[in-house]
């Protein structure tokens, strides 16, 4: 039998029990639960993955969490049995669930290959893009594109299924819904005061900020003060990353109408390499850049960086007020390379198969001509 959901009309609301029934029937039945995450792990995706791996324990059922980030980089509470998604061995897993992705544009060809083993795929997700659908077996989607992390959408799950759960997995949750707002600019985190500081934008939706303050209240101050500092990893940078930050300001180009600004780090950047190229922390400083450029000047709707990570050229983009869906077309149809790209309405990313400079220059002035001619 195929089950196959795709929601996308929920900002975070409760899961219907029937379906939240469905998801939690299907993992039952699995001996052997595989929690794979997407490609450059984040901290919204691993504590996901965390809080699914205790509510699959109290049915004494045998899963590991795969990630593709280095551990040490990772803001989690607990880092058992969590293995990297390259040392993957040639085996055929019984259940799969992805968390935080349900596109393949979002993780590796040798991941995907491994998920297409499986007999059975659930994912749990709240991204826009290609499905797995197209390239799975019996699967089951529950796909809410306007929830604020994965990690809400997993708290609507136990909340539907009545499960305790969700107590001994606030803080993962918790940690989750925190850091991807934080992204988003939704929430700000003061890693030195230890505080966290809701936007009036978030406040205004109910859903999400019920779910904020619902599992708030299941955590201490000190709790609250923890997760504030790893969020904000940019309280803690060293000398040369202060630099590097303050020396993107001094690269900022626009298109001819300032609504997109922009920010090309080489392939080969010495700079770049010597911090130790895409990892939490220049992740950190590149995602706070590109916000602070959408504050910097009312006129731009668009903010953008070039990057190289893990021997491909990446695009990370951050949008105010428009949407960026019709560029995320726009551009599969337009550009000439092999790439991928998508995400959310207001933040997205992609990644081109190679890092020869001149190749990722052209890609580089494809992507920013793309967004001039689908943003008003």
């Known amino acids: 039998m195929k089950i196959n959901y795709s929601l996308t009309s929920f900002k975070a609301k409760k899961i219907p029990k029937l379906k939240a029934k469905q998801i939690d029937e299907l993992l039952?039945?699995?001996?052997?639960?595989?929690?794979?995450?997407h490609e450059s792990t984040d901290s919204d995706a691993a504590n996901s993955a965390l809080a699914m791996k205790e509510y699959l324990k109290q049915f004494n059922i045998s899963s590991r969490i795969i990630i593709s980030q280095n551990l040490q980089n990772l803001p989690l509470r607990k880092k058992d049995n969590i293995i990297q998604a390259q040392d993957l061995k040639d085996e055929t897993p019984d259940t799969i669930l992805c968390v935080d992705f349900s596109s393949k544009e979002r993780i590796s060809p040798k991941t995907l290959s491994y998920i297409k083993k499986a007999k059975q795929v659930i994912c749990l997700d709240h991204h826009k893009g290609e499905n797995l659908q197209k390239d799975v077996g019996q699967n089951f989607f529950y796909i809410d594109t306007s929830a604020k992390s994965a990690t809400s959408i997993i708290y609507r799950l136990f909340e539907a299924l009545n499960k305790k759960?969700?107590?001994?997995?606030?803080?993962?949750?918790?940690?989750?819904?925190?850091s991807d707002c934080n992204k988003r600019g939704l929430i700000s985190c003061d890693g030195t005061k230890g505080t966290i500081t809701p936007s009036k934008e978030f406040e205004k939706d109910k859903d999400a900020f019920e779910i904020y303050n619902k599992l708030k209240r299941f955590l201490s101050i000190k709790e609250i003060?923890?997760?504030?500092?790893?969020?904000d990893i940019t309280s803690t940078l060293t000398p040369k990353e202060e630099k590097f930050r303050d020396s993107l300001y001094k690269k900022i180009k626009y298109s001819k109408n300032k609504k997109i600004a922009y920010v090309e780090i080489p392939p080969d950047d010495k700079i770049w390499q010597s911090l130790g190229g895409d990892n939490t922390k220049t992740s950190a400083i590149l995602n706070k850049f590109r916000q602070n450029i959408l504050k910097l000047n009312p006129n731009t709707k668009v903010a953008v960086t070039f990057y190289e990570a893990k021997n491909l050229y990446r695009v990370s983009l951050h949008a105010k007020g428009i949407s960026l869906d019709e560029f995320y077309n726009y551009a599969q149809k337009n550009i000439p390379y092999n790439f991928s790209i998508g995400g959310h309405s207001d933040r997205g990313g992609g990644k081109l198969d190679s890092t020869e400079p001149e190749t990722c220059k052209k890609w580089t002035e494809d992507i920013i001509k793309c967004l001039f001619l689908t943003i008003d």
Not at 166 to 174: M, Q
């Open 28 to 37: 039952k039945k699995s001996p052997k639960v595989d929690i794979i995450c």
């Open 225 to 231: 003060s923890e997760i504030a500092k790893m969020v």
């Open 165 to 178: 759960t969700i107590k001994k997995t606030a803080y993962d949750l918790f940690l989750g819904l925190i």
